[in-house]
């Protein structure tokens, strides 16, 4: 591992430096390096089997790089697993929430796990609650919700224990612009009032132009580009985010994941108005 103490990484929130991940002879993961500041939308996109997902397990400690460095809130994943936990929220690609218990009991469970202190539980519960309007439903099963309900549910458990830092793959994949766009507001107020550092995946690149302060292309492993959703359009004289991801690329977004083209760009309309 590279040892990172001697560089200045008190205002990041995520300092990775020539990760790799290898499964046999396939290199998931290829040497990459890229940092995150504190309180930053920070954009991870590339297409699929591009390393995302493989980056972010190793990040939030399901996977253990073959080799390189990495800081999250100043911990190393691989030596601190503990305190890297502790500090960052995150919501999977996969539903995770338990359909059979209600709204309040899901927060509830997650409290208890991360111990947060039982005087403070409830009140974080109600404020976590209201925040995504669900507080007038905490008392029905979950399987009972909408696909965009459950999705504001693990939202507001994934912050329920304050980290400083929410992991997001694939947050609003399948659910309708609506409530994609809900769910991105009351991120964004979240980050303007708690400097929070979200750090997400998205194949809908509306969203990421929209919402990212800056943003990182990963294609096969590497990371070939990186800056704000401006700089990577003006650098490929692209028009979109989206024109922008393909000239970078070469590869469309598979339908069945982001919608067809034609609903993306209506997505980008809604976004502009």
């Known amino acids: 591992m590279i040892n990172m103490q001697n560089d200045n990484t008190e205002n990041y929130s995520v300092v990775v430096k020539n990760l790799t991940k290898k499964f046999k002879d396939f290199t998931a993961v290829d040497n990459i390096s890229f940092s995150v500041k504190c309180g930053e939308t920070f954009a991870f996109l590339g297409p699929n089997g591009a390393g995302k997902t493989t980056t972010i397990k190793m990040l939030t400690t399901l996977l253990r790089p073959t080799s390189g460095s990495m800081l999250v809130n100043g911990h190393d994943p691989g030596t601190d697993q503990d305190a890297v936990r502790r500090s960052f929220g995150i919501v999977f690609q996969d539903p995770s929430l338990d359909d059979e218990l209600t709204a309040y009991e899901n927060m509830e469970f997650h409290g208890v796990l991360y111990k947060v202190p039982a005087d403070i539980l409830p009140k974080k519960i109600e404020e976590l609650l209201n925040f995504v309007e669900l507080w007038n439903r905490k008392n029905e099963t979950v399987k009972h919700f909408s696909g965009g309900m459950k999705r504001r549910l693990e939202i507001a458990r994934g912050l329920l224990h304050t980290p400083e830092v929410l992991f997001m793959d694939?947050?609003?994949?399948?659910?309708?612009?609506?409530?994609?766009?809900?769910?991105?507001?009351?991120?964004?107020?979240?980050?303007?009032?708690?400097?929070?550092?979200?750090?997400?995946?998205?194949?809908?690149?509306?969203?990421?132009?929209?919402?990212?302060?800056?943003?990182?292309?990963?294609?096969?492993?590497?990371?070939?580009?990186?800056?704000?959703?401006?700089?990577?359009?003006?650098?490929?004289?692209?028009?979109?985010l989206e024109d922008a991801f393909l000239s970078l690329t070469g590869k469309k977004i598979r339908e069945e994941e982001a919608g067809s083209i034609d609903q993306m760009r209506m997505n980008r309309k809604m976004w502009s108005k």
Do not use: C
């Not at 766009?181 to 979240?190: C, F, V």
């Not at 009032?193 to 750090?199: P, S």
């Not at 990212?212 to 359009?233: N, Q, W, Y």
């Open 170 to 240: 694939e947050p609003t994949i399948g659910l309708d612009p609506q409530t994609r766009n809900h769910i991105w507001k009351y991120l964004k107020d979240l980050n303007g009032t708690t400097n929070i550092t979200v750090f997400f995946t998205t194949h809908y690149m509306d969203e990421a132009e929209r919402v990212a302060d800056r943003v990182a292309i990963i294609d096969k492993g590497k990371i070939v580009a990186e800056g704000s959703p401006e700089e990577l359009m003006k650098n490929t004289g692209a028009g979109s």
